[in-house]
């Protein structure tokens, strides 16, 4: 059995829960079963959706620890099974108490040193593999790099071309959006969607604050499409010639359909890690801004970055090939692999 533990609310991207549903839906196409474990009913929108058992801790999802003794009681019936978190209040402790129950699993980019780990996935391109050497000898899995990028079915090996001309961006901010940036994007960049005739498609989350406002604003606005509940992810990539993203999860699935992007953080913990530096360093995408540290300036930092980009077809062909370069889409199947071998040792 796989056990996950991920959270998603209006402060953690439904980035988590989504590439904990992408490992699960291949861990099923291989036979195997799975559940899911949250502090609060937030992800259950995702989880259910996709036809998975979820249980509910109603616990306090920025403290794992106390849920340890429900957490016990769910484990109990399934010896052997392997524990995945996907979260960034795991412990050493809160491992340490689980892992003679459960082979445990770290999904992410926080520099835990848990001795009782059995498998350890962090995708980014900004590793310290040398912190990795020191804090983890042979009993601990670990797979590092955008090789195990979990991405989502659809995404694997998607080609995508470059146009000559622009018609058509994709605007997606993540699960929430608190400080409107959604909004005001979409305002920076109507003069030029209006005067290029390009047409915007802005995903909306589930979470996000000001649906009904965007709604009330852009209805009628010719150049804008509002998508809520989207499902095809992949197919609306392929579709549009620039993307306008959060510098979450959602950049490696643009990166392997090959996206010409314009990114931006919306939360310090997109910039934590080094990722959205790696990811200029490298050139595979144009970066705008911090959203976090002021909507309007990060606004008007993407219609900058969008403009470039729509006048320069040239500019648009490196960043989608050197982009797609990076990620293959086999991920899931990596990640799988190892948790099947993890999963016999018991």
Known sequence: MLVFRVDANDSISAGHVRRCLAIANTWRSKGGECFFVSADDGASPFIESEGFPLEVLESDWTDLESELPAVRRLLRPYSGSVFLVDSYQITSRYVRELANMASVGY??????VSPELRLLANYSLNIDDDFYCRSYGKKCRLLLGPAYAPLRQGFFQVPK???RHVRSILLTTGNADAEGVTGAIID?????LLQERIRLRVVIGPLN???????????????VEL????????VLMRECDIAVSACGTTLYELAACGVPTVG???VPEQDANGETDKLKELGVIEYAARAYDG??????AVRNKVEILVRDAARREVLSKSFHELIDGL?????????SRLEAMR
């Open 107 to 112: 999904l992410g980019t926080k520099r835990l």
């Open 209 to 223: 604050a000001s649906k009904r406002q965007l709604h009330k604003r852009y209805s009628n606005c010719e150049q």
């Open 295 to 300: 909507v309007a300036t990060c606004a008007a």
């Open 264 to 266: 931006f953080s919306m």
């Open 188 to 192: 920076s960049l109507l003069p030029t």
């Open 227 to 234: 998508l809520e509940n989207v499902t095809n992810m992949a």
């Open 161 to 163: 071309g470059v146009r």
């Open 331 to 339: 991920g899931c199947e990596r990640i799988c692999d190892e948790i």
